[in-house]
């Protein structure tokens, strides 16, 4: 069980990091923001994957409670602000 667990996160970390490069261009084009590094998209895709696992536990009984939801919520607002940070400094 726990490989499984180790590939399905390697499997998302390789592509987030996949996915960001080719936003990232865009927005760098678009907007003449600096680009992210490697090791910042990285950071970025694992707080993304963290994020995913928090709401997959809150939605596997079928029920979220306010506490499941206050902690999604912050996790959110956590994630938001990293992305923020890296992406405009």
Same mark, same amino acid.
């Given at each position: 069980?726990?490989?499984?667990?180790?590939?399905?996160?390697?499997?998302?970390?390789?592509?987030?990091?996949?996915?960001?490069?080719?936003?990232?261009?865009?927005?760098?084009?678009?907007?003449?923001? =600096?680009?992210?590094?490697?090791? *910042? #998209? +990285?950071? @970025?895709?694992?707080? $993304?994957?963290?994020?995913?696992?928090?709401?997959? %536990?809150?939605?596997?009984? =079928?029920?979220?409670?306010?506490? *499941? #939801? +206050?902690? @999604?919520?912050?996790? $959110?607002?956590?994630?938001?602000?990293?992305?923020? %940070?890296?992406?405009?400094?």
């Amino acid at each position: 069980m726990q490989r499984y667990y180790l590939a399905a996160s390697g499997l998302a970390l390789v592509g987030g990091l996949l996915l960001a490069a080719p936003a990232e261009a865009a927005i760098t084009h678009r907007h003449g923001w =600096g680009s992210t590094t490697p090791a *910042e #998209r +990285a950071l @970025i895709a694992r707080s $993304q994957h963290q994020l995913n696992v928090i709401k997959a %536990r809150a939605r596997a009984d =079928g029920h979220i409670s306010a506490w *499941e #939801r +206050a902690k @999604i919520h912050l996790a $959110q607002s956590r994630h938001d602000a990293l992305v923020y %940070r890296l992406r405009h400094n």
